[in-house]
């Protein structure tokens, strides 16, 4: 059984940079495309970034594009997201996904992932 388990988020100021992580057990994460949202409150969960099939070409929402940056450690079973000069509205819950059958027009929707963490908050202030 696959799972995900996000961490390091928290709170930081206006400006700051934090990366979060998320391990994959119960299998190994080059079989999987990869992939990060985010839902912040009252709002629809929003595609950040993904690898689609540890091809290495991410893909990121042009949003967040320059700020966020996707990478991953096979060896360790382990994506992370490096956040950039995060902005209060970067404020969210950030999920990992992983799946092992979606197709790349699917990379950006959350119904095409079969596994998800528990989510990691992130809470920037102003």
């Known amino acids: 059984q696959v799972q995900l388990a996000e961490s390091g988020g928290g709170l930081v100021q206006t400006g700051a940079s934090l990366r979060v992580s998320c391990v994959l057990s119960g299998g190994s994460s080059r079989q999987y495309t990869m992939a990060w949202f985010r839902q912040a409150p009252g709002k629809e969960r929003m595609f950040v970034a993904a690898d689609f099939r540890n091809y290495g070409r991410i893909d990121y929402a042009d949003s967040l594009k320059g700020r966020f940056t996707f990478s991953r450690d096979n060896a360790a079973n382990t994506v992370y997201l490096q956040m950039n000069n995060l902005e209060p509205e970067d404020t969210a819950v950030y999920y990992c996904?992983?799946?092992?059958?979606?197709?790349?027009?699917?990379?950006?929707?959350?119904?095409?992932?079969?596994?998800w963490g528990q989510g990691t908050q992130v809470t920037v202030s102003s």
């Open positions: 996904s992983a799946s092992r059958t979606l197709i790349l027009s699917s990379l950006r929707s959350p119904s095409s992932y079969a596994y």
